[in-house]
């Protein structure tokens, strides 16, 4: 009954007191929320993070009006959770890459290949380290734009809304940063 419903009627109907809503938006985004997380941290804390995001959104859900779309709503709290733990931790960057999840989160990302073509899966395996190497070495406010972009499917609009800043600063941070990841790409072609 409440797959066919708008990500922003759930939380509505939620907030009315509708927790089967709450379950669909949890299945609906959970993935691609840690996803984000994940690819600007560790595991570790990107599930801390998630579960961060998740409890916030519980809470605030007797005072949720729609203002914005939900994903919008749902990313600026992850994108101020990563600033306040960063800001905690006293890092400098949004970025840890230490434990290789991050290459097995792009793997995801990466089509798989039939199983009777290991050329292929090597190839996929090659192109998902590139992959993560080059989001890796954008600046931090690059990857995060992509990241709201390609995980969150947000638009340009809604990534400025979620990060706090301009329309055209997200802008030009999302083609900085795609045009980075092309050129990355490229060049490390064998």
């Known amino acids: 009954m409440h797959e066919d419903w708008t990500d922003e009627a ?3 109907a939620y907030r009315d007191g509708d927790p089967q809503a709450f379950e669909v938006l949890f299945g609906r985004h959970r993935a691609a929320l840690y996803r984000y997380l994940l690819r600007q941290s560790s595991a570790g804390i990107a599930e801390e993070l998630s579960q961060d995001c998740w409890m916030k959104v519980i809470g605030a859900r007797t005072h949720y009006e729609v ?3 939900f994903t919008t709503w749902l990313y600026r709290i992850a994108h101020n959770r990563l600033i ?8 400098a960057a949004l970025a840890s890459y230490d434990d290789g999840a991050v290459l097995e989160a792009v793997l ?3 089509p798989d290949a039939p199983a009777r073509e290991p050329r292929a899966q ?6 998902a380290a590139r992959l993560a190497a ?4 954008l600046p931090a406010s690059q990857r995060e734009a992509f990241l709201l972009q390609y995980e969150g499917e947000l638009s340009v609009e809604e990534i400025a809304n979620a990060t706090g800043v301009g329309r055209e600063t997200a802008k ?4 900085y940063a795609l045009s980075s990841l092309r050129q990355a790409l ?3 072609k064998p």
């Not at 090597?122 to 192109?127: C, P, S």
């Not at 080059?134 to 070495?137: F, N, P």
Request: hydrophobic share 40%; charged share 35%.
């Open 10 to 12: 759930l939380m509505c």
């Open 67 to 69: 203002s914005a779309k």
């Open 84 to 91: 306040d733990h960063f800001r905690s931790k006293d890092h």
């Open 108 to 110: 995801l990302a990466v």
């Open 122 to 127: 090597l190839e996929n395996t090659r192109l």
């Open 134 to 137: 080059a989001l890796e070495a």
């Open 172 to 175: 030009s941070r999302l083609r």
């Open 186 to 188: 490229q060049d490390d």
